[in-house]
């Protein structure tokens, strides 16, 4: 067996201790954690999720009872569909005024009622339209559905409670993203000092590497002065919030 000098063992050591210079211990933490609330007061009517479950982008957790919602989409369209043939009305009134003027049947002040008339039934009709679309915005609010490939950490809802969303809406559920998670680490002000978003990073976890890309540096605001660096990593099977974890920058 070949011996090794004195001074290549010595590199050999300060080369190791070198790619070992940007591993720090770090902690896995869910990725992008969200409250979730109905934007509208009302009784539930059904839940759909679960805690520990995993859904996809838009599926279903939660509705409320949308009959009084119904009711308003119903009185708002009846009432923009009355405007609407006053509208025409004016119209048609508005025409038959303009051609009576071209022939010097009518004066100008008949012509101009025409208009005023027409006018004020058109700014009627666009208001109740207004207030048609929101009623429809109201009844889709009913539905809460999951903005990203969510898993279900907290449910506070069951059907039959009332949700009064005025002041302060209730968490009705507690979510954070299936496809990705966190590994977060502490760091010193001078080992933070060269981190960017978007840097790249390896995850050790559990013996298997992980590539992944810096989503955040911030001060964590402790007695130590330390910063929080955030790598995301794409989520697998088995990996939860708490799970220790090893972290690698890629200058």
Request: with cysteine; net charge positive; aromatic share 4%.
């Amino acid at each position: 067996m070949k011996r090794i000098s004195g001074h290549a063992a010595w590199a050999i050591l300060l080369l190791a201790l070198t790619a070992r210079a940007g591993e720090y211990a770090a902690v896995l933490d869910w990725s992008q954690r969200v409250e979730l609330s109905t934007a509208l007061s009302g009784v539930v009517a059904s839940v759909q999720a679960m805690p520990g479950q995993s859904v996809d982008t838009g599926a279903l957790l939660l509705n409320l009872d949308p009959t009084p919602f119904k009711a308003q989409v119903a009185e708002a369209r009846a009432e923009a569909d009355r405007l609407a043939e006053d509208e025409a009305d004016a119209k048609r009134e508005l025409a038959r005024a303009q051609e009576l003027y071209a022939r010097t049947v009518t004066a100008t002040t008949e012509l101009d009622a025409a208009r005023l008339k027409q006018a004020r039934a058109s700014a009627l009709l666009a208001a109740a339209q207004a207030r048609l679309e929101r009623a429809r915005w109201q009844l889709a609010q009913t539905e809460l559905r999951a903005p990203y490939p969510a898993l279900i950490l907290e449910r506070r809802a069951e059907p039959g409670m009332a949700v009064a969303a005025q002041c302060q809406p209730p968490v009705l559920f507690r979510l954070a993203r299936a496809d990705e998670m966190i590994a977060r680490a502490r760091l010193t002000p001078k080992q933070a000092s060269g981190v960017r978003p978007g840097m790249k990073a390896e995850v050790s976890i559990a013996g298997k590497t992980h590539r992944g890309s810096v989503r955040a540096l911030h001060y964590a605001g402790n007695e130590a002065a330390e910063y929080a660096v955030d790598v995301a990593i794409p989520r697998e099977d088995g990996m939860m919030a708490g799970l220790p974890a090893s972290l690698r920058l890629m200058p």
